[in-house]
Nanobody, 113 residues
Framework: QVQLVESGGGLVQAGGSLRLSCATS????????LGWYRQAPGKQREMVAT???????NYVDSVKGRFTISRDNAKSTVYLQMNSLKPGDTAVYYC???????WGRGTQVTVSS
């Protein structure tokens, strides 16, 4: 059974930082691309960052230079380090394993101005 469990969200002031974690099980972690997505109220879910099995990363333009995605294959966990947070980053953040069509339940990130 595939499970993706996000953690690390919370309330932070603009300019602050958060580190999200996504612990996975039931997937061949080291061989797969993992991603972080977010959905703000009234908006469609959008890709934030992805990392493939070789460690190559991809980011949406709005977070480039502020967010960093990384992975720990030994722990089957993917991370999202978020710095210089802005109110526009407020959303529910989801972990995704595209090859399995699986999503986590999400973690809320709220950035106050």
């Amino acid at each position: 059974q595939v499970q993706l469990v996000e953690s690390g969200g919370g309330l932070v002031q603009a300019g602050g930082s958060l580190r999200l974690s996504c612990a996975t099980s039931g997937i061949i972690f080291s061989l797969n691309t993992l991603g972080w997505y977010r959905q703000a109220p009234g908006k469609q879910r959008e890709m934030v960052a992805t990392i493939n099995s070789a460690g190559s990363t991809n980011y949406v333009d709005s977070v480039k230079g502020r967010f960093t995605i990384s992975r720990d294959n030994a722990k089957s966990t993917v991370y999202l380090q978020m710095n210089s947070l802005k109110p526009g980053d407020t959303a529910v953040y989801y972990c995704n394993a595209p090859a399995y069509g699986s999503w986590g339940r999400g973690t809320q990130v709220t950035v106050s101005s």
